[in-house]
């Protein structure tokens, strides 16, 4: 028998894998690809990496196509000792297409968690599905955040392990948590991890308490042990890139605190050591916004034209119509959305439910940690509390976008109402006994959804802040009124969809309880609500629109006049301003497609060095034509008035690298950052006092016929030729950074300094030499060792987990 429902355990397995298909059909099946804004500029900004590693079968850790250099650390990081956890990634998704593997990986990873809290194979595929259908995973698929949808799909079986451990299955717990756990930090999407130990910490409170009461605490620290084993395993597997991701933080805009401490410098002045408040705030949920949860466009869905919403169009007067293009779907409280946090009406009905009905502590804990997500969610329209986080939490100031930590609550009410389902399917009676908790939880749910369909001014205005100043203008009132009247409309027909549902839920477990339906069909009866819920909600956001054929990720960018022009310069490196990126210069340091053809000034990354935004804030942004020329700035795309674009070459251009005649010591960022205002790079390098003992004393001015010049290019490694009669300080027009490079002379160590605020400058013996630069940290090396040692011990724990498991089985006498 046992045998039997294990087979009947995997069906659901082949049930995800068939949904998965039908929802991405018939796109994925005509070979249609999703090709992401997120996609595109990843492909962008990695694309000199990318080539390099096909060529070589090298992995650069630097990259010069944008922000004149920067490390790959956060670009696209890989190491060997990924290859493994990789090969297993395949595995576990099956081998299955993207983005029908997300899906599916999403649904198996809720279905384990599940499995392990004892509930029905059938229950947990409802859950299953429940989980990976809330609409922000899809909404997420479709903007091109795949790694974050990874890193969430990653995350319920890591928990599965927790509870297995605290279960008494030790070694399994373990060996799964600290799998699941590698290949969760393998996906590289720190904040969502970061996240979710708010629930990883709730769920050991909760056992801790279940154990106190049974007076097993021995059983609780044991089960602690093992799993403080398990995550220390799952992140040595990934030393290298959590290692170098936290030193290179600190370099970086995520972590680094500027050293500038002129007034100028205040906006970007972070909070403590990490990000500004108002950057950590900027995409807060609001209050109302909330609502969300039970009805998905109660903020209008999406940001994008209002004519865009049929429902919109059809409640819209004639004559407002042609308005309707004018004007934001969107009305919430964020700068714009790509879609609402939507969990579903019957799910959100079954997790209040389940407050009542389900006494356990992992209750409380869910509880209490969906509360605690949703406030923290609000952000700047609840800023003690986040004030509080930022100032005192540790790393919460690293982390943009607090609206996202809401993936917390996505997880917590699924959970929760599977558990109340499992209560109600395990003794349908409970309904009963529990009828006045059954009704609440009803009239709560159906009622906020009724009330808001009948009443929908009780619960907005349906206009953002300046629209509602713009109202009280002459002439405007009239306008804006319509616009509320047809976002209201939007508004009611979601909340009359929600109370539907929540009926449906409701009658179908009161049909249960009074034996008119079996199990079984209102398990199927749940399904199909569920499934008819989640599914047309998630084809707003993502739908063939999104799909392209494979032709255009061959060619993402197709080349511009202005890029064949660059182009036909063959030397090797040489870098380019796209000043006609956007309607202003500082457009050209937030755009990636200029480094998919070139050695860009600008670029496009959340992460970038912090002395180098300095930089673009102070000097770039200005096109200081000093600073311009010391990066080695040697063409200039301009716009042209009627759109097209010119290229204009720089003949101020200073090369790869040059000797000076002198060095102005300075005493601080700011007297270095004025310095590079006005000054002649050619003649003139700027130094802080700090780096006197790489320089020197004495510098030698460049004699007649000294040179210097650049023999060869790769991402990581750089030559040069020079001859000096007497020597002297050389500058690179690369961009300095305090480790990983290692600076020879004719192969023997020198010392590298910084110059003009970012860039390298190395001074050099007399005589006809050859200088590389080669970016190779020694900490990659020691942390690839400690991850290949950390692989070695979870696969031991399978093994070993296997072994006790045949081990027992072979103990048990069989039957003849």
């Not at 790694?147 to 030790?170: D, E, N, S």
């Not at 996906?187 to 056992?207: D, E, G, R, T, W």
């Not at 946090?341 to 209040?352: P, T």
Request: with cysteine.
């Amino acid at each position: 028998m046992k045998s039997h429902r294990n087979l009947w355990a995997l069906l659901p397995v082949l049930l995800f894998i068939v949904l998965s298909f039908v929802y991405f059909s018939p796109d994925v099946i005509e070979g249609k690809i999703l090709f992401q804004h997120d996609t595109q500029q990843g492909l962008a900004i990695g694309h000199e990496a990318q080539v390099y590693a096909r060529e070589s079968g090298e992995t650069p850790r630097w990259t010069g196509s944008l922000f004149s250099g920067m490390p790959t650390f956060q670009i696209s990081p890989s190491y060997s000792s990924n290859t493994p956890l990789k090969a297993l990634q395949h595995v576990y998704n099956l081998w299955l297409v993207s983005p029908v593997s997300l899906v599916f990986i999403m649904m198996l990873g809720f279905y384990i968690l599940l499995l392990t809290l004892n509930v029905r194979w059938y229950l947990a595929a409802f859950g299953a599905i429940a989980y990976a259908f809330s609409s922000y995973f899809f909404i997420i698929i479709a903007a091109g955040h795949i790694w974050k949808f990874i890193t969430l799909a990653y995350i319920p079986p890591t928990i599965a392990g927790v509870i297995l451990a605290y279960r008494g299955k030790y070694l399994l717990g373990g060996a799964l948590a600290a799998l699941f756990g590698a290949l969760q930090i393998m996906s590289n999407h720190v904040q969502m991890s970061y996240y979710f130990l708010f629930v990883i910490c709730a769920v050991v409170v909760a056992y801790g308490v279940e154990h106190y009461r049974s007076h097993t605490m021995p059983r609780f620290f044991k089960a602690t042990g093992v799993l403080v084993v398990a995550a220390l395993l799952a992140v040595g597997a990934n030393a290298s890139n959590l290692y170098h991701t936290y030193k290179y933080s600190k370099e970086s805009m995520r972590g680094g605190h500027t050293e500038l401490t002129s007034p100028d410098a205040d906006k970007s002045k972070p909070a403590g050591n990490g990000l500004d408040k108002e950057y950590i705030t900027q995409w807060s949920y609001g209050k109302m916004e909330t609502l969300t949860l039970l009805i998905p466009d109660s903020k209008g869905g999406a940001s994008g034209p209002l004519a865009e919403n049929e429902r919109a169009v059809k409640a819209a007067d004639p004559q407002l119509r042609p308005y309707l293009s004018q004007v934001d779907r969107y009305w919430g409280d964020q700068p714009f959305t790509a879609g609402p946090v939507y969990v579903g009406a019957l799910i959100f009905f079954l997790f209040v439910l389940g407050c009542f009905i389900v006494r356990t502590p992992l209750k409380w804990a869910l509880l209490v940690v969906t509360i605690l997500t949703i406030m923290l969610s609000w952000g700047k329209n609840m800023m003690w509390l986040t004030d509080w986080f930022i100032d005192y939490f540790p790393m919460y100031n690293r982390f943009r976008t607090v609206s996202s930590i809401l993936v917390v609550a996505e997880f917590c009410m699924p959970l929760l109402a599977v558990l109340a389902l499992k209560k109600i399917f395990d003794d349908p009676s409970i309904l009963s006994r529990e009828k006045r908790w059954f009704y609440l939880s009803g009239g709560i749910v159906a009622g906020i959804a009724l009330l808001a369909a009948l009443a929908p001014g009780l619960f907005d205005t349906f206009l953002k802040d300046y629209e509602l100043e713009a109202a009280g203008q002459p002439g405007y009132a009239e306008l804006f009124a319509g616009i509320a009247e047809v976002r209201q409309a939007v508004f009611t027909a979601d909340a009359w969809r929600s109370f539907i549902i929540v009926a449906l839920g409701f009658a179908v477990l009161w049909l249960l309880c009074r034996k008119k339906l079996t199990p079984t069909v209102a398990m199927i009866a749940l399904v199909v609500i569920l499934v008819g819920d989640m599914y047309p909600v998630n084809k707003r956001y993502l739908n063939s629109k999104n799909f392209e054929t494979p032709a255009r990720k061959t060619n993402p960018f197709p080349m511009t006049d202005a890029d064949r022009y660059i182009l036909q310069d063959k030397d090797m490196n040489y870098r380019v301003l796209n000043a006609a990126a956007g309607e202003t210069l500082a457009s050209a340091f937030s755009e990636p497609r200029t480094s998919y053809y070139h050695k860009s000034i600008g670029g496009y990354h959340a992460a970038k060095l912090r002395r180098y935004q300095d930089l673009i804030d102070r000097q770039l942004v200005n096109a200081n034509p000093a600073v311009l020329n010391m990066l080695n700035t040697r063409y200039i795309i301009q716009p042209l008035e009627d759109g097209r674009e010119t290229v204009v070459r720089n003949p101020g251009a200073l090369g790869n690298a040059w000797f000076v005649s002198e060095v102005k010591w300075v005493d601080n960022a700011d007297a270095e950052m004025a310095a590079i205002t006005d000054f002649d790079p050619s003649h003139t390098a700027v130094a802080d006092r700090h780096f006197a003992r790489e320089i020197g004393d004495k510098i030698v001015p460049p004699a007649v016929g000294d040179t210097i010049y650049e023999t060869g290019y790769k991402p990581d490694e750089l030559t040069y030729r020079y001859r000096s009669q007497q020597g002297g300080l050389a500058v690179f027009s690369e961009i300095y950074f305090p480790w990983g490079w290692q600076v020879t002379v004719d192969g023997k160590p020198v010392d590298m300094a910084r110059v003009n605020y970012v860039l390298r400058a190395v001074n050099l013996p007399a005589g006809e030499h050859e200088v590389i630069f080669r970016f190779d940290p020694p900490s990659v090396h020691t942390t690839e060792a400690i991850a290949y040692v950390s692989l070695f011990l979870i696969l031991a724990a399978f093994v070993g987990t296997g072994f006790v498991a045949w081990k027992r089985r072979k103990s048990v006498p069989q039957n003849s």
